[in-house]
Structures are given as C-alpha cells and as structure tokens.
C-alpha cells in the first residue's frame, strides 16, 4: 500500500551527525505516523521515533532524546532524522515504517517498511 525508502546512512565518527531522509510513494494518505526503528548486530529490533500527522506529535526512546529528531515534509511524502551527538551504540540497521494507527511504539503496529539504510559510528 506504502513504499517506502531510505536513504543517508553511512560512516560516521562518535560525537559526529547524519540526517536520513525516508520518502514515501503509493497511498500515502493512509500513513497516520511515520516512525524509525533500528537493529543492532545481534539485538531485537527497536523503535527510535516516531511522527503522528494529525496532531503533529513527535516521540522517542529516551536514549536518543536531545540527539536525535524527527521531522516531517507532507507535500513531499518525505520524514527525516537528523542524527547529532553521535555515538557506537548508535550503530545499527535504521529503517523508516508507516502504520495507520498513532501512538504505537511497537514494531508489529507499523505496516509498511523499507528496506534500510546502515549506520555506522566510530568511536
């Protein structure tokens, strides 16, 4: 129903920034909340941020408050994540989701994904 894809990632060193950018294509309508995930080598799957349309709320998991922010560009399907203060632990998989619904920071509540972009950080 949604595409989506990512792009912005790469080798950076600790304490450095990178801004991932994730645009959407299809019934793009349907996308109440567009949200950030990452995956770390040998870890689960978790959620980093999150967008809600509607009442243009933005959320986070607490390790990256005050590092990370999300942002979002409707007229042209695009939502963002500007990466500062960068550190190793930030290194993982980043993937760009869309759900119907608002508020979930659970994985299993975003229907549409990509397919990711790595994000590596020095230290």
């Known amino acids: 129903q949604v595409q989506l894809a990512e792009s912005g990632g790469g080798l950076e060193q600790a304490g450095g920034s990178l801004r991932l950018s994730c645009t959407a294509s299809g019934r793009t309508f349907s996308s109440e909340t567009m949200g950030w995930f990452r995956q770390a080598p040998g870890k689960e799957r978790e959620f980093v941020a999150a967008h809600t349309r509607s009442a243009g709320s933005t959320y986070y998991v607490d390790s990256v408050k005050g590092r990370f922010t999300i942002s979002r560009d409707d007229a042209r399907n695009t939502v963002f994540l500007q990466m500062n203060s960068l550190e190793p632990e930030d290194t993982a998989v980043y993937y760009c989701?869309?759900?119907?619904?608002?508020?979930?920071?659970?994985?299993?509540?975003?229907?549409?994904w990509g397919h990711g972009t790595q994000v590596t950080v020095s230290s």
């Open positions: 989701a869309a759900s119907f619904r608002g508020g979930s920071r659970n994985w299993w509540d975003f229907n549409s």
